[in-house]
T-cell receptor
């Protein structure tokens, strides 16, 4: 069982916006502004898309945005595109260790 | 541009030690933390641990008794040893740069421990 809780799946149509949530505790998500998000395609290594809750690495589309409220972090993808279909994982620092969510499968209808 | 490449046996017998090495190219180990993350087939990601270029680091408490990480700055490599493996340790193992956010990632290497 993963330390952080994510919904197993989410879906949306092209052009829509979707939000993936990631729930932890005050010992991880709620205690540090060190939440990151990763996109993974089948058979490929994950790719960093958000770090430090809200920051986007160079080259990542501004359609991806992150936020946090209390013990829950969120990833929002706006203007959904077919290429966004894949698995998304949240991650948080938890004081001398790092924990991941179980992953959310995004389907673009 | 920093690139990472994992290397090591793809098959390890139960109760033996899994040993992997990550070679860093395009940059030095520098002042960064370097981590290992694994992903069992069809499952999610699990952080194994991290190590600083100086050799200090942290391990996942659930694996701590079996994990050792080390750094070889002369070869620009860092390594993972996981002892007493079982089928539950079958996974794709990734080496990555970072401590609480990870970028870049190696391509990953599948290690199978037969049951």
């Amino acid at each position: 069982q993963s330390a952080l809780t994510q919904s197993a799946s989410v879906s949306g149509s092209p052009g829509q916006s979707i939000t993936i949530s990631c729930t932890g505790t005050s010992s991880d998500v709620g205690g540090y502004n060190y939440v990151s998000w990763y996109q993974q395609y089948p058979g490929k290594a994950p790719k960093l898309i958000i770090y430090d809750v809200t920051k986007r690495p160079s080259g990542v589309s501004n359609r991806f945005s992150g936020s946090k409220s209390g013990n829950t972090a969120s990833l929002t993808i706006s203007g959904l595109q077919a290429e966004d279909e894949g698995d998304y994982y949240c991650c948080s620092y938890a004081g001398s260790r790092t924990v991941f969510g179980g992953g959310t499968k995004l389907t673009v209808l | 541009q920093v690139q990472l490449q994992e290397s090591g046996p793809g098959l390890v017998k139960p109760s033996e030690t899994l040993s992997l090495t990550c070679t860093v190219s395009g940059g030095s180990l520098g002042t960064y933390y370097w981590s290992w993350i694994r992903q069992p087939p069809g499952k999610g990601l699990e952080w194994i641990g991290c190590i600083l270029y100086s050799g200090s680091g942290d391990y996942n408490p659930s694996l701590k008794s079996r994990v050792t990480m080390s750094v070889d700055t002369s070869k620009n490599q860092f390594s993972l040893k996981l002892t007493s493996v079982t089928a539950a340790d079958t996974a794709v193992y990734y080496c990555v740069r970072g401590e609480w956010w990870f970028d870049p990632w190696g391509q990953g290497t599948l290690v199978i421990v037969p049951s």
